[in-house]
């Protein structure tokens, strides 16, 4: 009887075991991350309608008469999609900590790079077969790589990135976890644990940190001098994005 009693108070104290999500609270949870995704996508937009603004209004100063002047051409925005990239990041990162691994799973996967990106897909936090979210992979500021197309993302399974990587599936950087000097742990500090970054910028980075802020910070920020490549691994002169690897 008094063994009885103990094991009661025992199941009393660990309270209930946790419940898997009902039908309605997985239904809240997928229109939650499709209205994140049509902020991102109202951001971008915008972002585009103001780059055709500005394209109208430069025209429409230079209307009349013809000139015989040379127009020097207008100078190269450095930071053009960074205000994309930014939402798309914070999708990225509202995406990974909204995600509950199932039990014995770690909460922060063993994976380094961008098999840490593609660890959403993987869990299915971005669905392998819809377009729209998979193309947040891809930084608007990229110019080495487009979207392949959702069938390049079937094989995007947490079985494969154990073994192999995935370089053309995404331009951001990851986190560096599969090492146990860099993993992410209880004591890691949210604001300044970098899970992603966009160094698609010739002056700066993007970067996702665990606390879901993305920052953008310049060379000084980062650590670098003027001349020193913006790289993440453990070669960059970068301490921030030594944590993190672009491969």
Same mark, same amino acid.
């Given at each position: 009887?008094?063994l009885l009693?103990?094991?009661?108070?025992?199941a009393?104290l660990a309270?209930?075991?946790p419940?898997?999500?009902?039908a309605?609270?997985?239904t809240?949870?997928a229109?939650?991350r499709?209205i994140?995704?049509?902020?991102?996508?109202?951001?971008?937009l915008?972002?585009?309608?103001a780059?055709?603004e500005a394209?109208v209004?430069?025209?429409s100063?230079?209307?009349?008469?013809p000139?015989?002047?040379p127009?020097?051409?207008?100078?190269?925005?450095?930071?053009?999609g960074q205000e994309?990239?930014?939402?798309?990041l914070?999708?990225l990162?509202y995406?990974?900590?909204a995600?509950?691994?199932p039990?014995?799973?770690?909460?922060?996967?063993?994976?380094?790079?961008?098999?840490?990106v593609?660890y959403?897909?993987?869990v299915?936090?971005?669905?392998?077969?819809n377009?729209?979210p998979?193309?947040m992979?891809?930084?608007p500021?990229?110019k080495a790589l487009?979207?392949?197309g959702?069938?390049?993302?079937?094989?995007?399974?947490?079985?494969?990135l154990?073994?192999?990587s995935?370089?053309?599936?995404?331009?951001?950087a990851?986190?560096r976890?599969?090492?146990?000097?860099?993993?992410? +742990?209880? +004591?890691?500090?949210?604001?300044k +644990?970098?899970?992603?970054?966009?160094?698609?910028?010739?002056?700066?980075a993007?970067?996702g940190?665990?606390?879901?802020?993305?920052?953008y910070?310049?060379?000084q920020?980062?650590?670098?001098?003027p +001349?020193?490549?913006?790289v993440?691994?453990?070669?960059?002169?970068s301490p921030?994005?030594q944590?993190?690897?672009?491969?």
């Amino acid at each position: 009887m008094r063994l009885l009693s103990c094991l009661l108070a025992l199941a009393l104290l660990a309270g209930p075991a946790p419940l898997p999500l009902s039908a309605d609270e997985a239904t809240e949870a997928a229109k939650e991350r499709e209205i994140a995704a049509l902020q991102v996508e109202v951001t971008r937009l915008k972002a585009e309608v103001a780059r055709l603004e500005a394209l109208v209004a430069r025209l429409s100063s230079g209307a009349g008469a013809p000139s015989t002047t040379p127009v020097a051409p207008a100078p190269a925005d450095l930071n053009q999609g960074q205000e994309s990239s930014r939402e798309q990041l914070k999708y990225l990162l509202y995406l990974y900590r909204a995600y509950k691994p199932p039990a014995g799973a770690p909460l922060h996967p063993a994976l380094d790079g961008k098999r840490f990106v593609l660890y959403l897909v993987a869990v299915n936090q971005l669905e392998r077969t819809n377009e729209g979210p998979l193309k947040m992979l891809f930084s608007p500021a990229d110019k080495a790589l487009a979207f392949p197309g959702t069938a390049s993302y079937a094989g995007v399974t947490l079985e494969a990135l154990a073994q192999r990587s995935f370089p053309a599936l995404t331009s951001y950087a990851g986190r560096r976890n599969a090492g146990k000097e860099l993993a992410i +742990t209880a +004591t890691s500090a949210p604001d300044k +644990t970098a899970l992603f970054a966009d160094i698609s910028f010739s002056d700066g980075a993007l970067v996702g940190f665990l606390d879901g802020k993305v920052r953008y910070l310049n060379r000084q920020g980062l650590g670098l001098g003027p +001349t020193d490549p913006i790289v993440a691994g453990p070669t960059s002169k970068s301490p921030l994005l030594q944590t993190l690897s672009s491969e």
